[in-house]
């Protein structure tokens, strides 16, 4: 299983970015997929994560990003809205065929990762 994270760029606070996660070498629709992110000297945190449809979000982020997944093209995406300078990070992709709500939230839940995508926000 390969993930590809991509679309990652360097903005302005308030703007918006599209990330993607394509996703090979498994059946998709049989993955929960997680993004992920890691500022500098910080531990990588959760930042959302879809099953068949409907997100999850941590709260740093609810109400401005949203998760999204197109099974035809094996994709998930992740739509930042209203960017902030602390949203300056890796952002990783990450699928997982173990669904447990718990646990959704947390990085070694997650057996497959992207490579990551760097989000710069800055003025």
């Known amino acids: 299983v390969q993930l590809q994270a991509s679309g990652g760029g360097s903005v302005q606070p308030g703007a918006s970015l599209t990330l993607s996660c394509t996703i090979s070498?498994?059946?998709?629709?049989?993955?929960?997929v997680g993004w992920f992110r890691q500022a500098p000297g910080k531990e990588r945190e959760f930042v959302a994560f879809?099953?068949?449809?409907?997100?999850s979000y941590a709260d740093s982020v609810k109400g401005r990003f949203t998760i999204s997944r197109d099974n035809a093209k094996n994709t998930v995406y992740l739509q930042m809205n209203s960017l902030k300078p602390e949203d300056t990070a890796v952002y990783y992709c990450?699928?997982?065929?173990?669904?447990?709500?718990?646990?959704?939230?947390?990085?070694?839940?997650?057996?497959?990762w992207g490579q990551g995508t760097l989000v710069t926000v800055s003025s």
């Open positions: 879809i099953r068949r449809s409907g997100g």
């Open positions: 990450a699928a997982s065929t173990s669904i447990i709500l718990s646990s959704m939230a947390y990085p070694q839940h997650y057996a497959y």
């Open positions: 070498g498994g059946t998709f629709s049989r993955f929960a």
